[in-house]
């Protein structure tokens, strides 16, 4: 059975830090690239980084560059997300996401976890 699992978000504080993990089991970890997502009342889903299987490519898009680190621990199989100097505009619920090193769709997705940026 696939499990892809969030956890770390919660309430912080503008300025602060918040650390995501994304714990998956039952597939092939090491063969897909896994990438964070999120989404915000009213708004669309963003792709927001993303970290290929061989880990030797990162993307982040512009809302988040220089500020969020995406990496990943083949061994534990799970993916991190670390957030810094958090803005209330990065409040939404994210999404942990996984797809096949050839590309294509992302097949297997978390529930979500909700991280909120007070001002």
């Known amino acids: 059975e696939v499990q892809v699992v969030e956890s770390g978000g919660g309430l912080v504080q503008a300025g602060g830090s918040l650390r995501l993990s994304c714990a998956t089991s039952g597939f092939a970890f090491d063969d897909y690239g896994i990438g964070w997502f999120r989404q915000a009342p009213g708004k669309a889903r963003e792709g927001i980084a993303c970290?290929?299987?061989?880990?030797?490519?990162?993307y982040y898009a512009d809302s988040v560059k220089g500020r969020f680190t995406i990496s990943r621990d083949n061994a534990k199989k799970t993916v991190y997300l670390q957030m810094n100097s958090l803005k209330p505009e990065d409040t939404a619920v994210y999404y942990c996401?996984?797809?096949?090193?050839?590309?294509?769709?992302?097949?297997?997705w978390g529930q979500g976890i909700q991280v909120t940026v007070s001002s």
């Open positions: 970290v290929s299987s061989s880990d030797h490519y990162t």
């Open positions: 996401a996984c797809r096949p090193s050839g590309g294509g769709l992302y097949d297997f």
